[in-house]
């Protein structure tokens, strides 16, 4: 399954747990690079509204991650992945920028079997959202409008325990169609801009899942 204090709601964490049965190394190299820098969002625009004024608008560093997820099989948590970058501007157009991102850790049982290791998100994505009509309320609805540039979020995933493989810098669309079936839910092929809730309080932005999603996950922004 798909599935983010600014906490993000978006679980799903890439493990491609139940899919390692061997000791290896899989690596793909992404085509392209990401004309966007995280103050200047340069796709997208939020229609029906402006976040004008709104708590939302400006350049976030996020302090971590929290995900729980129970689905395909599998359940666990996750922590850590402080680091990345949001950047909203006051049209809701967004960039997000996992080139700092560190490592996020997780743990989970899939089928009795205990899997450990780590992941983390590379490259930008771009895009844009829309928030409370007028974008002066702090809490409400964090929605992707228009179209999303997923085509530069890559993926590296290491599994520690029970045995030892790595993904190396993988794009995220093709480690979950390969793996997504096998992964236990964890990695989120849409972190951060897909629908949730969000929280802003002064220099805190908090999103965290819809209600009655099967995965958790709450990632924590300070503003930049």
Do not use: H
């Not at 997923?150 to 045995?163: A, E, K, M, Y």
Request: proline share 5%; net charge neutral.
């Amino acid at each position: 399954m798909r599935t983010i204090t600014l906490a993000v709601a978006g679980a799903g964490l890439a493990l491609g747990l139940t899919a390692c049965t061997a000791t290896g190394t899989t690596s793909a190299t992404p085509s392209g690079s990401p004309s966007a820098t995280p103050s200047a969002a340069t796709s997208g625009t939020a229609s029906g509204g402006s976040l004008a004024g709104s708590c939302v608008a400006g350049n976030w560093r996020g302090t971590g991650v929290t995900m729980a997820f129970d689905a395909a099989g599998g359940k666990g948590t996750a922590t850590g992945g402080a680091g990345y970058e949001v950047a909203v501007s006051p049209d809701g157009r967004t960039v997000l920028d996992f080139s700092r991102m560190q490592p996020v850790n997780f743990s989970a049982d899939v089928n009795n079997t205990q899997f450990k290791g780590q992941f983390t998100y590379g490259g930008k994505v771009t895009g844009a959202v829309q928030v409370a009509p007028g974008g002066s309320a702090q809490t409400g609805t964090w929605k992707p409008v228009g179209s999303t540039d997923w085509s530069n979020l890559i993926v590296s995933v290491d599994i520690t325990s029970p045995i030892q493989t790595r993904f190396d810098n993988v794009k995220v669309a093709d480690f979950v169609n390969s793996n997504g079936g096998q992964a236990a839910g964890s990695v989120d092929a849409t972190p951060i801009l897909r629908e949730a809730t969000y929280t802003c309080s002064g220099d805190t932005l908090t999103l965290g899942p819809p209600a009655g999603s099967t995965v958790g996950g709450t990632w924590v922004l300070t503003r930049a």
